[in-house]
């Protein structure tokens, strides 16, 4: 047999071979693949056969499989148990699937061959979700620039080229700008205000440069104890305007960044014959155009209204003084402790992880008519890590690792991979494969691992887009699972999440792990009460971001608006809970926005869009009972089995029997009655 042939990464199968995969297999596979995938492609541009489907957009489907399937897994050995052999095998080979991927989207044989089947009768015949993905097909390559004539291609090329350049040097100046502030304190007393868990961090930082005291800086965990509790007022107003004047003074200032890349992306829009470029992005999306998110947000801006301005007041009464942006978090935090004083830390005896997942499983298990199983003996990339597949009767719907604990060679963060996309064949499908990763508190001194109860939210939300992955039932893998629009994904996932606060379910889970007492209900009532606090400050704070955002995208022009930091401080203003002062500039360090050709920008109203679908769904859920298994069935063959085979928009009527209702979203911030 030659070498090649005994390359795993060339034949992945369920479940994957992790125990034989190594670094000197990854680039060598890789490239094999590539040249696979270039032949594929050659054979689909020159094929003298009648164009059919198969010969055309099914093979542009499974075009790329196994380079993918293989590239997952080299990325997933980089995150979950990373050598420098593995990063390096993985920087070698990534620019490859890139470069691969940009290629068939630009390849001009392929896109005569998807014209001229376009055309044909067995074209004109399809129909469902095969129709769909022919005209999903067709606008992606459009979108690209493939109808364009070849200098308007060229243009847009350059235009791409450009706006990765100024994307990529924007980044460098948030992250410049971010570690260029410090503040070092030598006296503790300066300190008053602050808890021992932020003290002792900053005192790990100021250690970690070689000094002696305490460092805090503008990273998220050190900025915010500064903002919540640190009693000196002149030093919470000095990091305020150092936080958000981020990247807008020299050397890293932002503001030609920002204006050329939306110049860069209204010149694109317009090259591929769009408005602007929010029409370009949500096209696509579940909203379908930049008006309808922008009317989207503004129903709820209007809605939150009350309650934000009742909540504002409550902070004017509790201060001495007018609240100033750097009092708002300060004075909140004051408020929580008053009313709740719920400490996350007394709740995390009640969530052992094991009794979690298998609850959870449970959970799953009434719902969808699904049973989990852990496998054992199944070869992983760490021995902490579990193998479970899932069962429909006897059919195996799939299976999936999970690897909850933080290691020095793992990446931060939760997370859920698809890893492998079964396929329908003659009497079913063959299995899905995929994970979840996570970082949570391992076991300690005879302790099992203990949860917050934000973990358990999390380990419920990964586990949502696992089966959204595992339960899909689609014909075609670009349809299957979570391959769904970015303002619909989050749905599955999301929705799980509303379990972890109901006691019913609670009470298959959350039991102290020594004495096996249910939560108390005197502290399940201050976890409730205290999800609302301030919701919406913290709604209106999210919509400030997607109005900028739709703002700039769709509306703003430099000749009439003049310049964009006193056009976002302005929309900023209008939602504020406090006067923004006049070195404000939020924008220039909005990395959603402006870190990536494309990121989050004219798409940060996905957020909250999914919020309404999934507080609407679980709604329908609490009407019917929250185990109610017909809702549950539904929910499965309207949503978890379709993947993007159908329009959105009719999934979720499918399942729901009516479009999602804004006010369930308000209903569950506790926001309604003020409407
Ligand atoms: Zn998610």
Redesign the pocket.
């Given at each position: 047999m030659s070498k090649q042939a005994s390359n795993p990464l060339l034949n992945l199968g369920y479940p994957f071979p992790f125990g034989e995969i190594t670094p000197e297999h990854m680039v060598p596979a890789v490239k094999k693949l590539v040249q696979l995938c270039n032949q594929r492609l050659r054979a689909i541009a020159g094929s003298q056969q009648p164009r059919t489907f198969e010969n055309t957009l099914g093979a542009l489907d499974t075009l790329t499989r196994e380079i993918d399937q293989a590239m997952t897994v080299i990325a997933h050995l980089k995150e979950t148990a990373s050598s420098p052999e593995i990063r390096a095998a993985h920087s070698q080979a990534e620019p490859l699937v890139i470069a691969l991927h940009s290629r068939i989207l630009l390849h001009t044989g392929l896109w005569k061959a998807l014209q001229e089947f376009a055309a044909s009768p067995d074209a004109a015949a399809l129909s469902g979700p095969r129709r769909r993905y022919l005209n999903k097909t067709m606008a992606a390559f459009r979108r690209n620039g493939a109808a364009l004539p070849l200098h308007k291609k060229r243009a847009l090329r350059k235009i791409d080229l450009e706006l990765g350049r100024v994307a990529s040097a924007f980044s460098d100046n948030v992250l410049d700008s971010t570690n260029a502030y410090e503040w070092v304190v030598e006296n503790e007393q300066e300190l008053a205000g602050l808890p021992s868990s932020a003290r002792s961090m900053a005192r790990d930082a100021a250690a970690a440069k070689g000094i002696t005291g305490w460092r805090f800086t503008l990273q998220a965990p050190s900025y915010e104890a500064i903002m919540k509790h640190l009693d000196d007022r002149s030093v919470r107003e000095r990091f305020y305007r150092a936080y958000h004047s981020r990247a807008s003074l020299p050397p890293f200032d932002n503001g030609v960044n920002i204006a050329r890349i939306i110049e860069l992306r209204r010149a694109k829009a317009s090259l591929l014959g769009y408005a602007d470029f929010a029409e370009l992005v949500i096209e696509e999306r579940m909203a379908k155009s930049g008006k309808a998110a922008s009317e989207f947000l503004d129903r709820l801006r209007v809605q939150t209204g009350p309650a934000f301005q009742r909540e504002n007041t409550e902070l004017e009464e509790i201060a001495p003084h007018p609240v100033e942006a750097w009092d708002v978090l300060y004075y909140a935090e004051k408020l929580r402790k008053a009313r709740f004083d719920l400490d996350e830390e007394a709740l995390r005896p009640y969530f052992p992880l094991d009794r979690v997942v298998n609850g959870m499983f449970q959970i799953a298990g009434r719902l969808f008519g699904i049973r989990v199983e852990e496998r054992t003996g199944v070869p992983a990339w760490h021995p902490s890590v579990r193998f479970y597949e899932i069962f429909d009767g006897k059919d195996l719907l799939g299976g999936f690792y999970t690897d909850w604990f933080p290691r020095e060679n793992k990446r931060p963060g939760a997370?859920?991979d698809g890893m492998l996309t079964g396929s329908p064949v003659r009497d079913g499908f063959t299995p899905h494969l995929g994970l979840m990763c996570g970082n949570l508190t391992p076991p300690t001194g005879g302790r099992p691992a203990l949860l917050t109860h934000r973990d358990v939210e999390t380990v419920f939300?990964?586990f949502?887009?696992l089966l959204h992955h595992l339960l899909s039932r689609v014909e075609l893998r670009s349809q299957s699972g979570t391959a769904v629009a970015w303002d619909f994904?989050?749905l599955p996932?999301?929705i799980m999440e509303n379990w972890c606060w109901e006691r019913e379910a609670l009470d298959l889970f959350a039991a102290h792990y020594e004495t096996g007492d249910p939560l108390p209900e005197d502290l399940f009532q201050r976890m409730r009460k205290a999800q609302t606090f301030r919701a919406a400050n913290q709604q209106m704070r999210q919509l400030s971001f997607g109005i900028m955002d739709l703002a700039l995208h769709r509306s703003y022009d430099p000749a009439r608006d003049g310049g964009i930091l006193a056009y976002c401080r302005q929309v900023q203003q209008a939602l504020s809970p406090a006067p923004l002062p006049e070195d404000f500039a939020m924008v220039n360090s909005f990395s959603h926005l402006f870190g990536s050709p494309v990121g989050y920008a004219a798409g940060y109203y996905s957020y909250k869009w999914a919020e309404v679908l999934d507080a609407d769904a679980f709604k329908v859920f609490l009407k019917a009972g929250i185990f109610d298994a017909t809702t549950g069935a539904r929910f499965r063959s309207a949503i978890l089995s379709r993947g993007d085979s159908e329009d959105p928009a009719q999934l979720y009527r499918d399942f729901a029997g009516r479009d999602p209702d804004t006010a369930a979203l308000l209903e569950r911030a506790g926001l309604l009655q003020t409407v």
């Amino acid at each position: 047999m030659s070498k090649q042939a005994s390359n795993p990464l060339l034949n992945l199968g369920y479940p994957f071979p992790f125990g034989e995969i190594t670094p000197e297999h990854m680039v060598p596979a890789v490239k094999k693949l590539v040249q696979l995938c270039n032949q594929r492609l050659r054979a689909i541009a020159g094929s003298q056969q009648p164009r059919t489907f198969e010969n055309t957009l099914g093979a542009l489907d499974t075009l790329t499989r196994e380079i993918d399937q293989a590239m997952t897994v080299i990325a997933h050995l980089k995150e979950t148990a990373s050598s420098p052999e593995i990063r390096a095998a993985h920087s070698q080979a990534e620019p490859l699937v890139i470069a691969l991927h940009s290629r068939i989207l630009l390849h001009t044989g392929l896109w005569k061959a998807l014209q001229e089947f376009a055309a044909s009768p067995d074209a004109a015949a399809l129909s469902g979700p095969r129709r769909r993905y022919l005209n999903k097909t067709m606008a992606a390559f459009r979108r690209n620039g493939a109808a364009l004539p070849l200098h308007k291609k060229r243009a847009l090329r350059k235009i791409d080229l450009e706006l990765g350049r100024v994307a990529s040097a924007f980044s460098d100046n948030v992250l410049d700008s971010t570690n260029a502030y410090e503040w070092v304190v030598e006296n503790e007393q300066e300190l008053a205000g602050l808890p021992s868990s932020a003290r002792s961090m900053a005192r790990d930082a100021a250690a970690a440069k070689g000094i002696t005291g305490w460092r805090f800086t503008l990273q998220a965990p050190s900025y915010e104890a500064i903002m919540k509790h640190l009693d000196d007022r002149s030093v919470r107003e000095r990091f305020y305007r150092a936080y958000h004047s981020r990247a807008s003074l020299p050397p890293f200032d932002n503001g030609v960044n920002i204006a050329r890349i939306i110049e860069l992306r209204r010149a694109k829009a317009s090259l591929l014959g769009y408005a602007d470029f929010a029409e370009l992005v949500i096209e696509e999306r579940m909203a379908k155009s930049g008006k309808a998110a922008s009317e989207f947000l503004d129903r709820l801006r209007v809605q939150t209204g009350p309650a934000f301005q009742r909540e504002n007041t409550e902070l004017e009464e509790i201060a001495p003084h007018p609240v100033e942006a750097w009092d708002v978090l300060y004075y909140a935090e004051k408020l929580r402790k008053a009313r709740f004083d719920l400490d996350e830390e007394a709740l995390r005896p009640y969530f052992p992880l094991d009794r979690v997942v298998n609850g959870m499983f449970q959970i799953a298990g009434r719902l969808f008519g699904i049973r989990v199983e852990e496998r054992t003996g199944v070869p992983a990339w760490h021995p902490s890590v579990r193998f479970y597949e899932i069962f429909d009767g006897k059919d195996l719907l799939g299976g999936f690792y999970t690897d909850w604990f933080p290691r020095e060679n793992k990446r931060p963060g939760a997370w859920m991979d698809g890893m492998l996309t079964g396929s329908p064949v003659r009497d079913g499908f063959t299995p899905h494969l995929g994970l979840m990763c996570g970082n949570l508190t391992p076991p300690t001194g005879g302790r099992p691992a203990l949860l917050t109860h934000r973990d358990v939210e999390t380990v419920f939300h990964e586990f949502g887009h696992l089966l959204h992955h595992l339960l899909s039932r689609v014909e075609l893998r670009s349809q299957s699972g979570t391959a769904v629009a970015w303002d619909f994904v989050e749905l599955p996932s999301q929705i799980m999440e509303n379990w972890c606060w109901e006691r019913e379910a609670l009470d298959l889970f959350a039991a102290h792990y020594e004495t096996g007492d249910p939560l108390p209900e005197d502290l399940f009532q201050r976890m409730r009460k205290a999800q609302t606090f301030r919701a919406a400050n913290q709604q209106m704070r999210q919509l400030s971001f997607g109005i900028m955002d739709l703002a700039l995208h769709r509306s703003y022009d430099p000749a009439r608006d003049g310049g964009i930091l006193a056009y976002c401080r302005q929309v900023q203003q209008a939602l504020s809970p406090a006067p923004l002062p006049e070195d404000f500039a939020m924008v220039n360090s909005f990395s959603h926005l402006f870190g990536s050709p494309v990121g989050y920008a004219a798409g940060y109203y996905s957020y909250k869009w999914a919020e309404v679908l999934d507080a609407d769904a679980f709604k329908v859920f609490l009407k019917a009972g929250i185990f109610d298994a017909t809702t549950g069935a539904r929910f499965r063959s309207a949503i978890l089995s379709r993947g993007d085979s159908e329009d959105p928009a009719q999934l979720y009527r499918d399942f729901a029997g009516r479009d999602p209702d804004t006010a369930a979203l308000l209903e569950r911030a506790g926001l309604l009655q003020t409407v």
